[in-house]
């Protein structure tokens, strides 16, 4: 148990619909990242926040969104969802802002699909 | 950000020790070396970071030579457990995440 919390584990739902992602990140970690994983783009980095602040940002889609709240909790936005938005999202948490040298813990992840 | 290669997949048998060789030709002075471990439908799970020599814990060994473009990552005695995709990353603490690629990965296979 790596002490990242995602919710919910599954998902399903259909296309052109809104969905929304939530982690807890470890106790006294400032950082969170997102990541979508699907089967054929291996682990993509979408986006990091650093103690509520946007700090870094990948290949997040425009119709994707996310914040950090004040109890550090995060929220990824998803919408207008299409067929290839199906994937793994996992969220992972560090204490600081390094994620290339603090250790990244990650989530149990949640498992989107797209009808 | 120094590039990284890594063979696709590796097999290997119960009992056997397993190196992972990761090739990062452009490795800046101030960039750490990090291996990741993932099983399937579960997030990568932190093995070893390193920044030269040799680092060891109970799950891993990673030696990195003088020139430190390359690490390898030593399992030693694996067990079918062991089967999951190994990532490799590399940078400094300056690193943006937009910057993270974990790529492919080696996709490790043990057999009985």
């Known amino acids: 148990d790596s002490g990242v919390t995602q919710t919910p584990k599954h998902l399903i739902t259909a296309t052109g619909q809104r969905v929304t992602l939530r982690c807890s990140p470890r106790?006294?970690?400032?950082?969170v990242y997102w990541y979508q994983q699907s089967l054929d783009q291996g682990l993509q980095f979408l986006i990091q926040y650093y103690n509520g602040e946007e700090r870094a940002k990948g290949n997040i889609l425009e119709r994707f969104s996310a914040q950090q709240f004040p109890d550090l909790h995060s929220e990824l936005n998803l919408s207008s969802l299409e067929l290839g938005d199906s994937a793994l999202y996992f969220c992972a948490s560090s204490v600081f802002s390094g994620p290339l040298t603090d250790t990244q813990y990650f989530g149990p992840g949640t498992r989107l699909t797209v009808l | 950000l120094a590039k990284t290669t890594q063979p696709i997949s590796m097999d290997s048998y119960e009992g056997q020790e397993v190196n992972i060789t990761c090739s990062h030709n452009n490795i800046a002075t101030n960039d750490y070396i990090t291996w990741y471990q993932q099983f399937p439908s579960q997030g990568p799970r932190f093995i070893i970071q390193g920044y030269k020599t040799k680092v060891t814990n109970e799950v891993a060994s990673l030696f990195i030579p003088a020139d430190r473009k390359s690490s390898t990552l030593s399992l030693p005695r694996v067990s079918l457990s062991d089967t999951a995709v190994y990532y490799c990353?590399?940078?400094?603490?300056?690193?943006?995440?937009?910057?993270?690629?974990f790529g492919s990965g080696t996709r490790l296979s043990i057999r009985p």
């Open positions: 106790s006294g970690d400032l950082s």
């Open positions: 990353l590399v940078g400094d603490e300056d690193s943006s995440a937009s910057k993270i690629i």
